[in-house]
């Protein structure tokens, strides 16, 4: 039986005499404030996520009682999750705002509430101070991130997508990821830094706050950025035609995009349990779990990030010339086969973790380089965002925030291959996705 498929995802011969709806003809500060604008705001939000999970080890106890350090480890990770339970209500909310006013108006919103959220963590009581209401708090800072996260990733994703030229959106999207990786490098170094200068006791007792007040004050930038930011020509050329049209729900959208919704979290189910194993928790699970030292377990973590941003863009080209599946086939059968002995290879060694990093960040960069393509060119515009932003959310909240918890919990009781059994899985169930994928390299946006 053929694939169902929306419109958007039909692909087309391109037509010499007409231009795509981008930026391919805009000038050259039009380009440079998308880049930028959207670059720097995504960077922030990614900085703001992922502090937490590279700090986690030394606040735990700040936040839960201190008597268990391994309970209050748990406790915090199972905090991290909860922040992902909001991602589906901020991908919907998110969504909605941004096909309905617009890319601009989503990723304005979004950083201003994750800037809050990273604010209101470094500036928060203690345990000992305030008891119980230091870990509401958390839980709340959390809530109010993954609201906001959940909603800046679709938005920004599907921004890039409709400014890019048709023939190079593949290499446009990569700077989703590279923007992303940037936030968490500056948080990694940030804190191989403060590691390195501090001692772990001053680590903590107030080390910890520093990373997170600066992404809060850091907020206000990006947030006049994403002010001074474009509309996208196929969301203006949409409103128009659509202006005296009645609205649809979004739960139709849902109903008529339903095969390309499902591919979404085919996608995202594996993909974001990878990523978030080797790009986020790794370094603190070598941390806590294999006695590695604090500082070099974080400069591996930025050898590896470095390693994934440069390759980004590689990526992202060769699926303009390849193809959009021969690529994200790499990506995760590469995955699948070197998941148990990269995790086999992790012992008591930095350098351990450091090939093991890398060489997994090598093979996630292929895939999450060119998804923002992938998913854009899976949804007509009218319910681009909101299509790829709620079933993108319920992957990453199922799957990808309780990957670090799950592993954690596993591995301390000496089960950690049935995490990697379930990632494997999860992989296969995305490759079978792919086979059935079209290839969409070129498409209109619709």
């Known amino acids: 039986m053929p694939d169902q498929m929306s419109p958007a995802t039909r692909s087309t011969v391109p037509d010499p005499t007409t231009k795509s709806i981008t930026t391919a003809g805009a000038p050259a500060p039009s380009r440079r404030r998308t880049v930028i604008g959207t670059g720097v705001g995504n960077a922030l939000e990614w900085y703001d996520w992922n502090v937490y999970a590279i700090f986690t080890p030394f606040f735990a106890s700040q936040f839960f009682p201190s008597a268990d350090p391994t309970s209050a480890l748990l406790s915090t990770l199972a905090i991290f999750a909860v922040g992902f339970l909001m991602r589906p209500l901020g991908g919907l909310l998110f969504g909605r705002l941004s096909d309905r006013k617009g890319r601009r108006a989503a990723m304005v919103a979004s950083i201003a509430l994750a800037a809050a959220g990273s604010l209101l963590i470094g500036l928060a009581p203690t345990y000992a101070t305030l008891g119980v209401g230091a870990s509401v708090l958390l839980v709340l800072a959390r809530l109010v991130q993954g609201l906001a996260h959940g909603g800046e990733l679709p938005a920004a994703q599907t921004y890039v997508a409709e400014m890019a030229p048709r023939e190079r959106r593949g290499l446009w999207s990569s700077l989703i990821y590279a923007s992303g990786t940037c936030g968490i490098m500056v948080a990694t170094v940030l804190g191989a830094v403060l590691a390195s200068f501090l001692s772990e006791d001053q680590l903590h007792a107030w ?189 990453v909240a199922v799957c990808g925030g309780t990957a670090p918890y799950l592993q954690t919990w596993l591995s301390s009781n000496g089960k950690g291959d049935l995490f990697l059994g379930y990632t494997v899985a999860l992989l296969l169930v995305a490759l079978a996705v792919i086979r059935r994928m079209p290839e969409t390299k070129n498409t209109d946006l619709t």
Not at 251 to 276: I, K
Not at 300 to 323: H, I, M, W, Y
Request: aromatic share 12%; charged share 15%; net charge positive.
């Open 207 to 395: 080390g910890w706050r520093v990373p997170f007040v600066i992404g809060g004050l850091l907020g206000l930038y990006a947030l006049v950025m994403r002010l001074r930011l474009e509309e996208t020509a196929a969301f203006e050329k949409q409103a128009d035609a659509s202006g005296h049209e009645p609205r649809a729900s979004v739960w139709a959208g849902f109903r008529e995009n339903r095969v390309a919704c499902l591919r979404v979290l085919g996608l995202t189910m594996g993909g974001t349990v990878v990523y978030y194993t080797w790009a986020v928790s790794a370094p603190a699970q070598a941390i806590s779990l294999k006695g590695i030292e604090a500082s070099s377990a974080l400069w591996a973590g930025v050898l590896a990030n470095v390693v994934f941003l440069v390759t980004l863009p590689l990526f992202g080209a060769l699926s303009d010339r390849v193809g959009r599946k021969p690529v994200l086939y790499g990506s995760y059968i590469g995955g699948a086969v070197l998941a148990f002995p990269l995790n086999w290879l992790i012992q008591d060694q930095v350098w351990q973790l450091a090939v093991s990093m890398t060489t997994a960040m090598l093979f996630i960069s292929a895939g999450v380089a060119i998804t923002p393509a992938v998913f854009a060119e899976m949804f007509p515009t009218r319910v681009r965002t909101t299509g790829v932003g709620f079933p993108y959310a319920i992957a």
